[in-house]
């Protein structure tokens, strides 16, 4: 098994710089993915392999990922942005890892 | 445009065995690249994957759930099954059907979700 720590939840101003953290024992040296979740809605890729962007991603989002922590920073946050943020890594076919979520509120 | 829906019971009694269908369009199960795949999320907690299948035959579960849990492909109907065995209350979830390629491992493709409720 492998734990992904997330905080519960992130506040930020309108305009500012959001950081979501996901913690684990050396997840430097693992590609990690986030999705955003709406209410309601299935989970959507918007970075993968620590810093890619998939197409029709803002420019806004940004990732890395080094020694024990991946962060997904999103710049000049907007209303939209207000959703939960969940880490993952694959370490094997059977074991596929999720972070816990992080809920980001957009103040 | 890959899209994957999927349908089943929404309730299903303690004991029982729970069973999804994901239907595929816009891309071939016989011929794609991407491992079909089963994640869970229980109400107000995180994502579970549960497991995943390829076209070949080769299946993978999460350990946690691998006595439980069985998945398959029809590639007649192009679609992705699901079956666990003597749920529980802890079971209730929404089961995500969801796809993802060799090599990044990233989930591309997702599904709508559908609630599943373990009740009597």
């Known amino acids: 098994s492998y734990e992904l720590s997330q905080a519960r939840s992130v506040s930020v101003a309108l305009g500012q710089t959001a950081r979501i953290l996901c913690g684990g024992d050396n997840i430097g040296t693992k590609n990690v993915h986030w999705y955003q979740q709406k209410p309601g809605r299935a989970p959507m890729l918007v970075m993968y392999s620590d810093s890619n962007r998939p197409s029709g991603v803002p420019e806004r989002f940004s990732g890395s990922n080094s020694g024990n922590t991946a962060t997904l920073t999103i710049s000049r946050v907007q209303d939209e942005d207000e959703a939960d943020y969940s880490c993952?890594?694959?370490?094997?076919?059977?074991?596929?890892?999720f972070g816990g979520g992080t809920q980001l509120t957009v103040l | 445009q890959v899209q994957l829906q999927e349908s089943g019971p929404g309730l299903v009694p303690p004991s029982e065995t729970l069973s999804l269908t994901c239907t595929v369009s816009g891309d071939s199960i016989r011929s794609s690249d991407h491992y079909w795949a089963w994640v869970r999320q229980a109400p107000g907690k995180g994502l579970e994957y549960i497991g995943s299948v390829y076209f070949g035959g080769n299946t993978y579960y999460s350990p946690a759930l691998k006595s439980r849990v069985s998945a398959s492909v029809d590639t007649s109907k192009n679609q992705v099954s699901l079956e666990l065995k003597s749920v529980t209350a802890a079971d209730t979830a929404v089961y995500y059907c969801a796809a993802f390629l060799s090599g990044p491992y990233y989930f591309d493709y997702w599904g709508q979700g559908i609630l599943v409720s373990v009740s009597s």
């Open positions: 993952q890594v694959w370490a094997s076919p059977t074991a596929i890892f």
